[in-house]
């Protein structure tokens, strides 16, 4: 009678066991299979929305002068010669350095390793008031952009003004560490006289 009950004790402990195992395998396959979504970034905020005490109404007069600035965003790094990878959340900041004028930001596009561009992160253009910021982010999670992601900001004034500051901070942890680093943007084109 005893060995009965210990002989069905442990029928019922491995029916437990392979039904846990099959629950675990269960609720892996479903979370891998949503792995891509979670990689997406969400879609991205309405700087209008978000940043409206930064802005103003966009200038009457003509837009004179202008440029595009280029500003590396490593939303991934590559360690031990891709052995590992660390991801990082990017925040672009887009500074008007002018004390007197609005600046009109036109476009600003992030683009992958690849040049191919992987989001707008601007659905029509805003003007910021004099020594306003408004920023983008990318998520920790969202890799698409690699190692080699970058923003391309395209800007324009009406009359001479300070070329717009523009800086992306990077922030993740890999291993142990925390890490934090910057990088600034490049002016690429500048326009005149349109």
Same mark, same amino acid.
């Given at each position: 009678m005893?060995?009965?009950?210990?002989?069905?004790?442990?029928?019922?402990?491995?029916?437990?066991?392979?039904?846990?195992?099959?629950?675990?395998?269960?609720?892996?396959?479903?979370?891998?299979?949503?792995?891509?979504?979670?990689?997406?970034?969400?879609?991205?905020?309405?700087?209008?929305k978000?940043?409206?005490?930064?802005?103003?109404?966009?200038?009457?007069?003509?837009?004179?002068?202008?440029?595009?600035?280029?500003?590396?965003?490593?939303?991934?790094?590559?360690?031990?010669?891709?052995?590992?990878?660390?991801?990082?959340?990017?925040?672009?900041?887009?500074?008007?350095?002018?004390?007197?004028k609005?600046?009109?930001?036109?476009?600003?596009?992030?683009?992958?390793?690849?040049?191919?561009?992987?989001?707008?992160?601007?659905?029509?253009? !805003?003007?910021?008031?004099?020594? *306003?910021?408004?920023? /983008?982010?990318?998520? $920790?999670?969202?890799?698409?952009? =690699? %190692?080699? @992601?970058n923003? !391309?900001?395209?800007?324009?004034? *009406?009359?001479?003004? /300070?070329?717009?500051? $523009?800086?992306?901070?990077?922030? =993740? %942890?890999? @291993?142990?560490?925390?890490?934090?680093?910057?990088?600034?943007g490049?002016?690429?084109?500048?326009?005149?006289?349109?």
């Amino acid at each position: 009678m005893l060995r009965q009950r210990i002989g069905s004790l442990a029928r019922g402990t491995r029916r437990h066991y392979v039904g846990a195992r099959v629950i675990l395998w269960l609720t892996c396959l479903i979370l891998s299979a949503g792995a891509p979504a979670l990689a997406q970034s969400p879609a991205p905020r309405d700087i209008a929305k978000a940043f409206a005490g930064s802005l103003t109404a966009l200038p009457s007069e003509p837009l004179t002068i202008g440029g595009s600035i280029y500003v590396p965003a490593y939303s991934s790094v590559s360690i031990n010669q891709g052995g590992a990878r660390a991801d990082f959340s990017v925040t672009l900041s887009i500074h008007n350095a002018s004390e007197t004028k609005p600046l009109v930001i036109k476009r600003i596009a992030y683009y992958d390793g690849a040049g191919k561009m992987v989001e707008s992160h601007l659905k029509e253009p !805003v003007a910021l008031k004099p020594f *306003a910021t408004i920023e /983008a982010f990318v998520a $920790t999670l969202d890799t698409r952009g =690699g %190692t080699g @992601a970058n923003f !391309v900001i395209d800007w324009a004034a *009406a009359g001479d003004i /300070a070329e717009p500051v $523009t800086e992306a901070l990077m922030i =993740g %942890t890999f @291993a142990n560490g925390h890490y934090a680093f910057i990088s600034q943007g490049r002016p690429i084109r500048s326009t005149a006289g349109r």
